[in-house]
């Protein structure tokens, strides 16, 4: 890695107002914790656009060892994020349902920095898997966040791009996937897996098939 100019974010000044991403034509800074962040190092030029638009004075340049901004990976960034906004909606806590306690549950939905996913311990099930286990709720939700996905029907390249982001925004503390003991459910234990591994994250990981008379497979 060179030294090349960056921009940093003084987190003291720094008071979430979100202007800056709005600013920023690469997509590369994102609100985490009430903070403006660098999602990733490629995605900044260097350029300070956003540097004008923070009315607190919490960004300016800083010139360090980095990784040298990509052109290509901010373009799929950039089509990744215009997805991604333009296919989710409001993602919220559900206290009144003592299993679901989140919305929404389906993975193109939900948004890669939603409230409920902080800290969260993650369940990832095949869509099959609630109408095959009667007891889906009182077995697998208990304290765990649902994502439901289907790998053979939904766009694979979309969702390991996704679940990427939201295991290095989230903390998220585990993850558990749920799948049909069918050939194309496998793909989705492979997508969590592959997800875990480019997020570069330390994420506990486990999973557990459902046959098709609805017992669970040893």
């Not at 720094?14 to 962040?37: F, T």
């Not at 990733?40 to 009315?55: Q, R, V, W």
């Not at 003592?98 to 939905?109: A, D, T, V, Y």
Request: net charge neutral.
């Amino acid at each position: 890695m060179d030294k090349r100019p960056l921009i940093y974010i003084n987190e003291e000044k720094c008071d979430g107002c979100g202007l800056c991403v709005n600013s920023c034509a690469e997509g590369a800074l994102i609100i985490i914790d009430g903070k403006a962040k660098l999602m990733d190092e490629i995605y900044c030029d260097g350029l300070g656009a956003c540097i004008g638009s923070c009315p607190k004075g919490a960004i300016s340049h800083i010139e360090r060892e980095a990784k040298p901004f990509d052109e290509v990976a901010t373009k799929k960034h950039l089509e990744f994020l215009k997805d991604t906004q333009s296919s989710s909606c409001e993602c919220l806590p559900i206290v009144e349902n003592k299993k679901l306690s989140n919305w929404p549950i389906q993975l193109r939905l939900v948004s890669v920095n939603a409230q409920f996913l902080k800290d969260s311990d993650l369940l990832i099930a095949a869509d099959c898997t609630a109408f095959c286990f009667n007891e889906f709720h009182k077995k697998f939700l208990d304290k765990r966040k649902l994502l439901i996905a289907c790998p053979k029907l939904d766009d694979a390249k979309f969702y390991l791009q996704k679940l990427d982001q939201i295991f290095r925004l989230n903390k998220i503390k585990s993850v558990k996937v749920l799948r049909m003991t069918v050939p194309c459910c496998g793909g989705l234990s492979g997508l969590v897996r592959e997800a875990i591994k480019k997020s570069r994250e330390s994420i506990p990981l486990e999973e557990e098939i459902i046959d098709l008379d609805g017992s669970i497979k040893k």
